[in-house]
Nanobody, 121 residues
Framework: QVQLVESGGGLVQAGGSLRLSCAASGRIFSDTAMGWYRQAPGKQRELVAAITSGGRTNYADSVKGRFTISRDNAKTTLHLQMNSLKPEDTADYYC???????????????WGQGTQVTVSS
């Protein structure tokens, strides 16, 4: 029911910036939480940033002060502004939307196809 398409990834030099976007379509409830995850080669997927329906944001310690998550008023587009990028930020980045009634990994937990971010030293 929900489809997510990420864009904006690419190759940048350390210290550079990228802005990731996630376009959401389908039926999204007003209480739906949204977030960005990333997975580096050989590593586990980790939460990068999340935003609640009320606009509260949460960030991984490793990206605080550098990344900013935001959404539009209709909750149809999710963004991740990534500044002061470091080589350790290199990973595949995934958009996640979880309906208020859903559990992680179950029905109502949706993921995009991912967009690759590579930061060179």
């Amino acid at each position: 029911q929900v489809q997510l398409v990420e864009s904006g990834g690419g190759l940048v030099q350390a210290g550079g910036s990228l802005r990731l976007s996630c376009a959401a379509s389908g039926r999204i409830f007003s209480d739906t939480a949204m977030g960005w995850y990333r997975q580096a080669p050989g590593k586990q997927r980790e939460l990068v940033a999340a935003i609640t329906s009320g606009g509260r944001t949460n960030y991984a310690d490793s990206v605080k002060g550098r990344f900013t998550i935001s959404r539009d008023n209709a909750k149809t587009t999710l963004h991740l502004q990534m500044n002061s990028l470091k080589p350790e930020d290199t990973a595949d980045y995934y958009c996640n939307v979880r309906q208020p009634w859903a559990t992680m990994g179950g029905a109502g937990d949706y993921w995009g196809q991912g967009t690759q971010v590579t930061v060179s030293s």
